[in-house]
Every structure is written in structure tokens, then in C-alpha cells.
């Protein structure tokens, strides 16, 4: 997990009229305006993407492995074929995650004001 406000400080560094300074005196000012919560918004959506991420990633190289083992759980896997099952359940997780990495960004941005809860964000 990251620390949250660099999406904020992405955001602004691209506005015409960027407001922070740097990373010190943009925490600074995010703690200032918004209190300690402010570096943490979205804290919720990342931690529902980063599991569902793990999930996916498990779930997929897991099934592909006992797939590929059929009736011998003692069988070897080639790594190279452990390299492709773990290239598919990356690609897997990384498909299945995007809405939630979008909710999670949307929620970190300077934008976050407009949302009630992740909850309302993935909802809008």
C-alpha cells in the first residue's frame, strides 16, 4: 500500500495552477485542510482492491497448477509453465481489478470531495 496522497499531488502537479510545492509541504497542507484523514482517503477502496487483486491471482495460478497436476498432485511443473500460469493470473487480476483500481484513483484525486463513500464513488 502506498501512501495516499500522491494521486492528490499527480492531480495537482497536472492543473494549470499546481498548489502544492512539494511532497512535505503538500502533506502539510492536506493534513492542514482536511485533518489526518485527508491521507488516507480511499483507504477503503484500496484495501478492497489489493485483496480482490491477491484473490484473483491466487485463485487463477492455484487452478491453472491443479489443472496442469490432473490426478498427480506430485507432478512437476516446468517453470517456464509456472512463468505462463503466473503471467495468466497477473493478466487475471489485473483485468478483474481495473474498476476497482478507477474507484480507488477517483477516491485519492483532488476530485475526492464529490463522493460520500467509496461506496457512492463506484456507484457514480
Not at 23 to 43: A, C, P
Not at 49 to 64: C, D, E, P
Request: net charge positive; proline share 5%; glycine share 10%.
Amino acid at each position: 500500500m502506498s501512501f495516499f496522497p500522491q494521486v492528490k499531488f499527480i492531480h495537482d502537479q497536472c492543473s494549470p495552477k499546481p498548489k502544492y510545492r512539494g511532497f512535505f509541504h503538500g502533506v502539510r497542507e492536506i493534513v492542514r485542510e482536511q485533518g489526518l484523514k485527508g491521507t488516507y482517503q480511499g483507504l477503503t477502496a484500496t484495501v478492497l482492491k489489493q485483496g480482490s487483486n491477491q484473490a484473483i491471482r491466487f485463485f487463477v495460478m492455484t487452478s491453472l497448477k491443479n489443472w496442469y497436476k490432473g490426478d498427480d498432485p506430485n507432478k512437476v511443473i516446468n517453470p517456464f509453465v509456472t512463468g505462463v500460469f503466473g503471467a495468466l493470473a497477473g493478466a487475471a487480476s489485473v483485468f478483474g481489478n481495473t474498476p476497482l483500481d478507477v474507484v480507488k484513483t477517483r477516491m485519492q484525486g483532488l476530485e475526492a470531495h464529490k463522493y460520500k463513500s467509496t461506496w457512492d464513488c463506484a456507484y457514480q
